[in-house]
């Protein structure tokens, strides 16, 4: 399942904290309690494709793209001085002339979500 209003969520993914347990495991702050942490695991895949999942309850129910897993992309970007935006759809990535990842959705579904990729 795909969000439904991703900028909101590229939005409120930046107000959470995000922290690196692992090469591949990021521990991220939950935004309605704040004593909670989500773990996101992600896999780098063939064709610059990323397959992430995440611990909350929305991704546990078949969502994927949460902000948990924005934020930890955003922290790893920013590790590498980049700084990464998300697009519904790859003719909107594609119009912003920068490097295009897929955030990959149920397989065959064709609800993957598109990231770009620029120096910060």
Known sequence: ??????????????????????????????RSNPYAQHIVT??????SAIKARCTCPWSQHGGHGCSHVMAALNYLAARRRRTISYWPTLSEAKRQKHRILRLEGIPGSGDDIFITSRPA
């Open 42 to 47: 992600l896999e780098s895949r063939p064709g």
């Open 1 to 30: 399942m795909k969000p439904r209003e991703i900028k909101k969520l590229q939005a409120r993914s930046k107000g959470l904290r995000a922290r690196l347990i692992a090469p591949n495991t990021v521990v991220v702050s939950s």
